[in-house]
């Protein structure tokens, strides 16, 4: 079979066309379509198996904070939406909103979800009476619609999935600690530890954050052009919706208080982050622990009982605790097939054909590094299972590197944006000011968080010493 520098290449390469290889790496990947209505998309099995993945991972992190899913309408009435100002107006543009039904005009127009605070306000006021209520904890997996200008796959799409939890507090300290809690135990934990993307964790500007919330925090990636991708955001609402939706209770003396509430939420956008965060030139590169099909066995012939052994194989793997899929399909070439797995990111490949049955051994592929070595059919489950492991920190390591080594110190507006050409700037918020930032944005940079010195979050941009990361983004 002819090396990969002698055949055509598959995708556009990144550095020719960053853009444009996103997307070629969706079509052939076959992760998703764009939908039949303008800026809608279809989600591919293999694209939907890695939202699958992120799930369940997620999921598990939310209900080990103590929140419980629940499912909300999808239609709300758009007085709900009317009843905290600011929020409608943030959502204003982006609404779909329904006025005929069954044949007829509604008496009220119904918002399809943009997200569900309104919706999920109404309820809290109704199962909330006492103290001893609260938190409710509350989150759920849905669909959300908001109509997009500038539609993207998986990153600006129309119609997306996400999960939103929404939780009521019994104080300020408890709402903002919970907030918290979720930023760094369930997102930012998932997206390093899982996903192997280093976000940077901090907190959005008063222009930036959430319409109706007190202060929205986030985590920000940087792509593999440099841009910066909003992968999460966790936000505190004061009592803002807790006040236009009357969501009170009595406390221990009896007296009626406003409760504090939070809400915060990922979406199918975090598929786009790991295209853009991982991929290459030869396709996706998924982290292991997230990897739907973590090694593939591709049977090269059948002949000599070689599909038989690359079954064991793959069951073998399977009963060692690996995602492992068989490939027989040996009515395609080896080359054909090995292209696919390569573009859809699978982190290992067997490859076994009657020569390596006959020596007792099976080739493995290393994705990550290109490599091809020669193991022992006995044994290989040890081999795969630290080469998954290997794969994960490296991949992390390499996403780190990325970012330090284009992230730069700057000392005024003119070097932001001239570092946002390529990567992140770093810059003095007192420096900055809010009318920085607005400069910052006529010439298409963002203001994506701001950090303490140590790197943690701080709790008002109103701190002394804060420092902005700008950046252009996705």
């Known amino acids: 079979m002819a090396g990969s520098k002698d055949r055509a290449p598959v995708l556009t390469p990144q550095a020719e066309d960053f853009p444009r290889w996103y997307q070629d790496l969706i079509n052939k990947a076959e ?17 939907y198996a890695l939202w699958e993945r992120m ?36 959502f204003s543009p982006e609404l779909a909103v329904v006025t005929v039904a069954g044949g007829k005009e509604l008496e009220e127009p119904v918002v399809v979800r943009p997200t569900s605070e309104t919706v999920i306000g109404e309820f809290m006021a109704k199962w909330v009476q006492s103290y001893r209520d609260l ?53 930012e934990d998932f997206m390093v530890n899982v996903l192997a993307i280093p976000v940077v964790v901090g907190r959005k500007t008063r222009k930036e954050r959430f319409a109706g919330a007190t202060n929205t925090m986030t985590c ?49 956008r975090m598929v786009g982050g790991l295209i853009m965060c991982h991929g290459d030139d030869r396709g996706l590169r998924v982290p292991p622990r997230l990897a739907p099909i973590q090694a593939v066995v591709l049977a090269v012939r059948d002949e000599g009982g070689v599909v038989a052994e690359a079954r064991r194989l793959a069951e073998m793997l399977g009963g060692a605790g690996v995602r492992a899929r068989l490939d027989d399909r040996v009515a395609l070439s080896l080359g054909r097939r090995a292209t696919d797995w390569e573009l859809k990111g699978v982190p290992v490949r067997l490859e076994l054909g009657p020569r390596d049955l006959a020596a007792g051994e099976v080739t493995l592929v290393d994705r990550l590094a290109g490599t091809k070595s020669a193991v022992p059919l006995e044994g290989v489950d040890k081999a795969v299972s630290d080469l ?4 994960q920190s490296a991949l992390l390591r390499s996403a780190t590197e990325r970012r330090e080594a284009r992230t730069r110190d700057v000392s005024d507006l003119g070097e932001a944006v001239e570092a946002a050409t390529t990567g ?30 140590d790197g943690s979050v701080p709790e008002s941009q109103d701190e002394e010493g804060l420092v902005a990361v700008v950046a252009r983004a996705y």
């Not at 598990?60 to 929020?87: M, Q, V």
């Not at 300020?172 to 135990?185: C, F, P, T, W």
């Not at 998954?388 to 794969?391: H, I, P």
């Open 135 to 187: 938190p409710l904890l509350l989150n759920q997996w849905a669909n959300v619609v908001r109509w997009e200008l500038r539609p993207r796959v998986f990153l600006r799409t129309s119609e997306f999935l996400w999960q939103e939890g929404h939780t009521a507090h019994v104080s300020e300290a408890d709402a903002r600690d919970y907030a918290v809690r979720i930023l760094h135990e369930v997102y």
């Open 388 to 391: 998954l492991e290997a794969q």
């Open 31 to 47: 992760l998703a379509d764009n939908g039949p209505v303008r800026g809608t998309m279809v989600i591919r099995p293999y694209g």
């Open 220 to 268: 920000e990636a940087m792509t593999g052009d440099g841009k910066a991708l909003q992968m999460g955001t966790s936000h505190e609402l004061g009592q803002n919706f807790a006040r236009a939706f009357e969501i009170t209770y009595l406390d221990e003396h009896g007296t009626q208080q406003l409760a504090w509430t939070t809400s915060w939420g990922v979406s199918t």
């Open 424 to 453: 992140w700037a770093r810059v003095s918020w007192s420096r900055l000011g809010e009318e920085g930032e607005a400069e910052l944005a006529e010439r298409g940079v963002t203001v994506r968080c701001l950090l303490r010195p």
């Open 55 to 90: 799930q369940a991972e997620l999921d598990a992190r939310i209900k080990a904070a103590g929140a419980e899913n629940a499912y909300f309408p999808l239609f709300i009435p758009e007085s709900y939406l009317r009843r905290e100002a600011e929020h409608v107006e943030g």
